[in-house]
Nanobody, 122 residues
Framework: QVQLAESGGGLVQVGGSLRLSCAASGRTFSSYVMGWFRQAPGKEREFVAAISWSGGTTYHADSVKGRFTISRDNAKNTVYLQMNSLKPEDTAVYYC???????????????WGQGTQVTVSS
């Protein structure tokens, strides 16, 4: 089992940048596929990005491709989401998620963090 805690959210202006972090507990973190999701008010949760256990494979949603980058540091049990060129439509609660193996995809996540708010002001 793994527990997840996000941090790094906040208020940023259009065009700005933020880096989200997700700290994971558990000795098997390096074997988990990790993902980031987001949920805006009144909308369904949306996939953002995912990364393989090694970091060698990543997958980003079309809506963030070229602006967001997922990465991980297994020595620190942490996964990151670097967000650049932020837009008002990126405003949402961002969640970290984990699954013990499987494809780098938008489905099948078993563990979730509590979320961190990102607000992009115009």
């Amino acid at each position: 089992q793994v527990q997840l805690a996000e941090s790094g959210g906040g208020l940023v202006q259009v065009g700005g940048s933020l880096r989200l972090s997700c700290a994971a507990s558990g000795r098997t973190f390096s074997s988990y596929v990790m993902g980031w999701f987001r949920q805006a008010p009144g909308k369904e949760r949306e996939f953002v990005a995912a990364i393989s256990w090694s970091g060698g494979t990543t997958y980003h949603a079309d809506s963030v491709k070229g602006r967001f980058t997922i990465s991980r540091d297994n020595a620190k049990n942490t996964v990151y989401l670097q967000m650049n060129s932020l837009k008002p439509e990126d405003t949402a609660v961002y969640y970290c998620a984990a699954k013990p193996g499987g494809p780098v995809s938008r489905r099948g996540y078993d563990y979730w963090g509590q979320g961190t708010q990102v607000t992009v002001s115009s």
